[in-house]
């Protein structure tokens, strides 16, 4: 069965500190990993995309990682702000004509000031 | 103006009223979906669209149908509301022919069933 994992469910930080989000995914055929951040009460927003080829990916402050082989993400924050505050959600995207999205649960992320 | 407008924002209705939420796009996007998000259990499939004459049932289907009036617009509807659909409704839409998976999300639509 296809599935994403996500973890930790929930993560308190202090502003100015990094953190790292984990996705372990068991999706085939593999397509795409992406990552999205949904502020509360908004609709999640994409902030990048892994392909097979990809280990590591920049976006502003935020770095993301693949390990194909061991079927492992990682979305790494640095020096967080206030505004980072929100959920990131992982979805693996199966190849094929249907291009299944597989969606992790997330995990919710505070910055305190 | 949004790129996906879900309306209305916020519903309070009761028991056993049907409902229905309104979604359009501008993106000129083929494939529409309607998702319902619980706080823990996450994002959940409930209807797909891959256009207008093509209407597939997610995960949780039962309890609602779905309309694709036009390219643009995706109704989601609950027949007769239950208590147990008190969620935050997300209409999204995607691009296929250079498919990324990216799928585009409008703002929400967050019902209360009392």
């Known amino acids: 069965k296809n599935q994403v994992e996500q973890s930790p469910q929930s993560l308190i930080i202090l502003e100015g500190k990094n953190c790292t989000l984990q996705c372990n995914y068991t999706v085939s055929p593999f397509s795409n990993l992406r990552w999205y951040k949904q502020d509360t009460g908004r609709g999640p927003v994409s902030l990048t995309i892994m392909t097979f080829s990809e280990n590591t990916k920049s976006n502003g402050r935020y770095t993301a990682t693949l390990d194909a082989d061991t079927k492992q993400s990682s979305l790494h924050i640095t020096a967080s702000q206030l505004s980072d505050s929100a959920s990131y959600i992982c979805v693996v995207s199966a190849g094929g004509s249907q291009g299944n999205l597989i969606f992790g649960k997330g995990t919710k992320l505070s910055v305190k000031p | 103006d949004a790129d996906v407008t879900q309306t209305p924002r916020n519903r309070i209705t009761k028991t056993g009223k049907r409902i229905m939420l309104e979604c359009s796009q501008t993106k000129g996007h083929d494939r529409m979906y309607w998702y319902r998000q619980d706080p823990g259990l996450g994002l959940r499939l409930i209807y797909y669209?891959?256009?207008?004459?093509?209407?597939n049932k997610g995960e949780i289907s039962d309890g609602y149908s779905v309309s694709r009036q036009a390219q643009a617009k995706f109704s989601l509807s609950l027949e007769s509301a239950i208590p147990n659909q008190t969620a935050l409704y997300f209409c999204a839409t995607r691009r296929w022919d250079r498919d990324t998976g990216e799928l585009f999300f409008g703002e929400g639509s967050r019902l209360t069933v009392l």
């Open positions: 669209s891959f256009d207008v004459k093509d209407i």
